[in-house]
């Protein structure tokens, strides 16, 4: 099984990477900062290890994994953004549905508990 950590740190990472010299291009800001998540990444990932929790091959195939897929997913979303921004514009009504609904569905079950208390 890999290292769900690690995976979802380099998911992270490499998301964070793309996204930002996509948006900024490449220069000595975005260098940097790719570097230290990528660093902070693989220390967390390596205190996995250190601390019995994986083996080295489960955290090298969870940032593996997590690498490619949020290079994979910053890719799809550069292409794509404009589609998700107007799929994400029509969803907004149902969102906001959805979360009254389970606001209210929480309001009544708080003032149900505390009934029952009295």
């Known amino acids: 099984m890999p290292s769900s950590h690690a995976q979802s740190l380099f998911y992270t990472a490499f998301y964070l990477v793309m996204s930002l010299s996509n948006w ?9 900062v790719g570097t230290l998540s990528l660093v902070c990444c693989s220390y967390l990932s390596c205190l996995r290890v250190s601390q019995q929790f994986h083996t080295i091959d489960q955290v090298v195939v969870g940032a593996a994994l997590g ?8 890719g799809c979303g550069i292409r794509s953004c404009c589609l998700v921004h107007r799929l994400y514009m029509g969803r ?3 969102v906001l549905g959805s ?11 708080i003032q149900d508990w505390l009934g029952d208390e009295q």
């Open 24 to 32: 900024l291009g490449m220069n000595i800001f975005t260098t940097t």
């Open 67 to 74: 690498s490619a897929c949020g290079a994979t997913w910053s």
């Open 92 to 94: 907004i009504g149902v």
């Open 99 to 109: 979360v009254s609904l389970c606001a209210a569905f929480a309001v009544h079950v």
